[in-house]
């Protein structure tokens, strides 16, 4: 998403003072590059997904009904009965207390993919720093839980391996395994939305009508299933850091 989108430049016309001020304030990490238009496209992308996402949870929270439940609201029952029984069978026990987080991330990131099949609009998942976003707060999240669970003592001891003479060998090892799981989650997920928007725009621009559609239909199979893997392998790492042997 390297051409500013038309929804980026309202975001910069109407906020675009105010953020770049804030910025500015900060260290010069932070400064933007272009001060008169500090909000990229996939800042603004994240931005449009959120209001969508919010939106939908509106229009879902008005409409609920136990005699007769509309379509949206069978659709979000189904997709938290899904995460739940999931949790429940990978983590164990009490696992309820991550769908809230578990879901979010899901629709988040299914969102962020899905979006750039709109024309003018593009997927912030296939930019890099949006992905390794979504696989720190992953990464931070169960290590968290896992200390509040375990604690400290008792969590660190899982990265020593079962031979306490081994422990030297397996405390790198284990640190390094676990960082990985940060690019692993980061890359997967880049890699599969950038190259799936890629194809799309380049067959519609070579054969705008008719075969694009089949690959319009397999980036919205990739969309969910990237989403889906995201947040499984989110659920197996929170499994392995709340764990408590018997």
């Given at each position: 998403?390297?051409?500013?989108?038309?929804?980026?430049a309202?975001?910069?016309?109407?906020?675009?003072?105010p953020?770049?001020?804030?910025?500015?304030a900060?260290?010069?990490?932070?400064?933007?590059a272009?001060?008169?238009?500090?909000?990229?496209n996939?800042?603004?992308?994240?931005?449009?997904?959120?209001?969508?996402?919010?939106?939908?949870?509106?229009?879902?929270?008005?409409?609920?009904?136990?005699?007769?439940p509309?379509?949206?609201?069978?659709?979000?029952?189904?997709?938290h009965?899904?995460?739940t029984?999931?949790?429940?069978?990978?983590?164990?026990?009490?696992s309820?207390?991550?769908?809230?987080?578990?879901v979010s991330?899901?629709?988040f990131?299914?969102?962020g993919?899905?979006?750039?099949?709109?024309p003018?609009?593009?997927?912030?998942?296939?930019?890099?720093?949006v992905?390794?976003?979504?696989?720190?707060?992953a990464?931070?999240?169960?290590?968290?839980?896992?200390?509040?669970?375990?604690?400290?003592?008792?969590?660190?001891?899982?990265f020593?391996?079962?031979?306490?003479?081994?422990?030297?060998?397996?405390?790198?090892?284990?640190?390094?395994?676990?960082l990985a799981?940060?690019?692993?989650?980061?890359i997967?997920?880049?890699?599969?939305?950038?190259?799936?928007?890629?194809?799309?725009?380049v067959?519609?621009?070579?054969?705008?009508?008719?075969?694009?559609?089949?690959?319009?239909?397999?980036?919205?199979?990739?969309s969910?299933?990237?989403?889906?893997?995201?947040?499984?392998?989110t659920?197996?790492?929170?499994?392995?850091?709340?764990?408590?042997?018997?």
């Open positions: 998403m390297h051409e500013q989108l038309w929804f980026t309202l975001l910069n016309k109407v906020l675009g003072g953020v770049n001020s804030f910025l500015q900060l260290p010069p990490a932070f400064h933007p272009n001060p008169q238009q500090p909000i990229g996939s800042v603004a992308m994240e931005i449009l997904v959120v209001g969508i996402i919010l939106l939908l949870f509106v229009l879902v929270r008005s409409r609920l009904s136990v005699e007769r509309g379509r949206m609201q069978h659709v979000a029952e189904m997709l009965e899904m995460v029984n999931q949790s429940s069978e990978i983590i164990g026990p009490h309820e207390k991550f769908t809230p987080f578990l991330l899901f629709v990131i299914l969102m993919n899905l979006i750039g099949l709109i003018t609009f593009g997927s912030p998942t296939a930019d890099t720093s992905t390794i976003g979504f696989a720190v707060v990464f931070l999240y169960y290590n968290l839980h896992g200390l509040k669970t375990q604690g400290p003592v008792r969590y660190v001891k899982h020593l391996g079962p031979v306490w003479w081994l422990a030297p060998l397996m405390l790198p090892i284990e640190i390094i395994s676990h799981r940060v690019m692993s989650l980061t997967r997920l880049y890699a599969n939305i950038f190259a799936g928007d890629t194809v799309t725009a067959f519609f621009s070579l054969i705008p009508i008719g075969v694009p559609v089949i690959f319009l239909g397999l980036h919205v199979f990739v969910f299933l990237q989403a889906y893997i995201f947040m499984l392998l659920t197996i790492y929170l499994s392995g850091a709340v764990a408590q042997e018997h």
